[in-house]
């Protein structure tokens, strides 16, 4: 019942959910509104918990992601 898919800690389960959740958030895919998985709790929980970590949130700041309109 915590934000991890799998259990108590991060796996590669999050950080799969993390980066596919992050394309649809850039807006590179056409016709799919990027926040279509915003309807999905679960889903954007992980997306959340994950986009908080220390070493993610550093990451980010030295490669920002491009955001398509």
């Given at each position: 019942?915590?934000?991890?898919?799998?259990?108590?800690?991060?796996?590669?389960?999050?950080?799969?959910?993390?980066?596919?959740?992050?394309?649809?958030?850039?807006g590179?895919?056409?016709?799919?509104?990027?926040?279509?998985?915003?309807?999905?709790?679960?889903?954007?929980?992980?997306?959340?918990?994950?986009?908080?970590l220390?070493?993610?949130?550093?990451?980010?700041?030295?490669?920002?992601?491009?955001?398509?309109d």
């Open positions: 019942n915590g934000p991890w898919v799998l259990g108590e800690a991060l796996s590669v389960a999050d950080l799969g959910i993390f980066a596919s959740v992050t394309v649809f958030k850039c590179i895919l056409d016709f799919v509104d990027r926040n279509v998985l915003d309807a999905y709790p679960r889903i954007k929980g992980v997306y959340d918990s994950v986009s908080t220390p070493k993610v949130v550093e990451w980010y700041k030295k490669h920002p992601i491009k955001m398509f």
